[in-house]
């Protein structure tokens, strides 16, 4: 049973450029979630989708950031005109059911960010 | 809101018990989680209290009290691999959401 798969694993781009992460749930997870990790601090929540929809999106930067979660395919995690403040490890976690006593989210890789 | 503080660093010598502890302001959350993450590597979870009380899960146990807004992971019989950083996380009553701590470093020594 493959477990959560982000791609791709490192990221470079230039200032002004566009950053495109993906992440693919575990195998009967419909809810996804990214974070983000800057540099010797802890994961700070930016949005929670499920198919086709965004549920949460009260951690994300009001531009530039976008999220979607189509009914095929991977979840993606758009950065558009990225600037160095964006240089950060990118976490996507998916969990099988919005239920409240189902308490673990399992966590893919990460993408590693770097604008230059 | 919600926010979660931990100690930054802690030191300790294979063999030995430590315990990281976690306290927490909070407008509500369904109970605390416990998260490892090694450099540069994801993190994965260890433990998780939806009550008051312990939990015991081989050589790591975790304990919440919701009275005292605060929770704590204990760790027994370190061993080097141990050494990682370490995050509690209120799950968001409303979405589901995570919010982590700000994270405790483990340095594990011989």
């Known amino acids: 049973n493959a477990g959560v798969m982000q791609n791709p694993r490192h990221l470079v781009r230039r200032r002004g450029q566009e950053a495109r992460l993906r992440c693919s749930p575990m195998?009967?997870?419909?809810?996804v979630y990214w974070y983000r990790q800057l540099p010797e601090e802890g994961l700070k929540f930016m949005v929670y989708l499920q198919k086709e929809n965004i549920i949460d999106e009260s951690g994300m930067p009001k531009e530039r950031f976008s999220a979607e979660f189509p009914k095929e395919g991977p979840s993606i995690l758009r950065i558009q005109q990225v600037v160095r403040g964006d240089s950060a490890a990118y976490f996507c976690?998916?969990?099988?059911?919005?239920?409240?006593?189902?308490?673990?989210?399992?966590f893919g890789p990460g993408t590693r960010l770097t604008v230059t | 809101g919600q926010s979660l503080e931990q100690p930054s660093e802690v030191t300790a010598v294979e063999g030995a018990i430590v315990q990281i502890n976690c306290t927490y302001q909070?407008?509500?959350?369904?109970?605390l989680s416990w998260y490892q993450q090694h450099d540069g590597g994801a993190p994965t979870f260890l433990s998780y209290?939806?009550?008051?009380g312990l939990e015991e899960t081989g050589r790591f146990s975790s304990f919440l009290s919701r009275s005292d807004s605060y929770g704590y992971l204990l760790l027994q019989e370190l061993q080097m691999k141990d050494s990682a950083s370490y995050f509690c996380?209120?799950?968001?009553?409303?979405?589901?959401?995570?919010?982590f701590g700000t994270g405790t470093r483990l340095l594990v020594s011989p």
């Open positions: 996380a209120g799950r968001d009553t409303g979405f589901q959401k995570l919010v």
């Open positions: 209290n939806g009550l008051d």
């Open positions: 976690a998916s969990s099988p059911v919005e239920d409240p006593t189902t308490y673990e989210q399992y």
């Open positions: 195998k009967g997870h419909s809810h």
């Open positions: 909070t407008s509500g959350f369904y109970g």
